[in-house]
């Protein structure tokens, strides 16, 4: 059975730093597609980054981009997002995800069939 358990979250004052965890079981954690989603009250949920195994290879949303880093890693079946420079409207659930593969680029929440279960991050100004 797959298990993602997100970590990490938290409050934190504007041009702060996080960094969330996702423990992951159940599955070759090095060969699946993992994400890191995102969404605040009121909005839609958003694809913040992506991680392709294999390659390794990375995909930030502009939002994150230049602030946010996903990694992983796969010795302890864990997946990060280091997040610095934070801005109030980073301030939402901030869930990981695993999938087997994704049908379009960049990939969207549908593409991703397990989820953790979401930790908050909240930033203040």
């Known amino acids: 059975q797959v298990q993602l358990v997100d970590s990490g979250g938290g409050s934190v004052q504007a041009g702060g730093s996080l960094r969330l965890s996702c423990a992951a079981s159940?599955?070759?954690?090095?060969?699946?597609?993992m994400g890191w989603f995102r969404q605040a009250p009121g909005k839609e949920r958003e694809g913040v980054a992506f991680i392709f195994p294999g390659s390794g290879g990375t995909y930030y949303a502009d939002s994150a981009k230049g602030r946010f880093t996903i990694s992983q890693d796969n010795a302890k079946n864990t997946l990060y997002l280091q997040m610095n420079s934070l801005k109030p409207e980073d301030t939402a659930m901030y869930s990981c995800?695993?999938?087997?593969?994704?049908?379009?680029?960049?990939?969207?929440?549908?593409?991703?069939?397990?989820w953790g279960q979401g930790t908050q991050v909240t930033v203040s100004s």
């Open positions: 159940g599955y070759t954690f090095s060969r699946m597609f």
């Open positions: 995800a695993a999938g087997t593969g994704v049908a379009r680029f960049p990939p969207v929440s549908s593409d991703y069939k397990y």
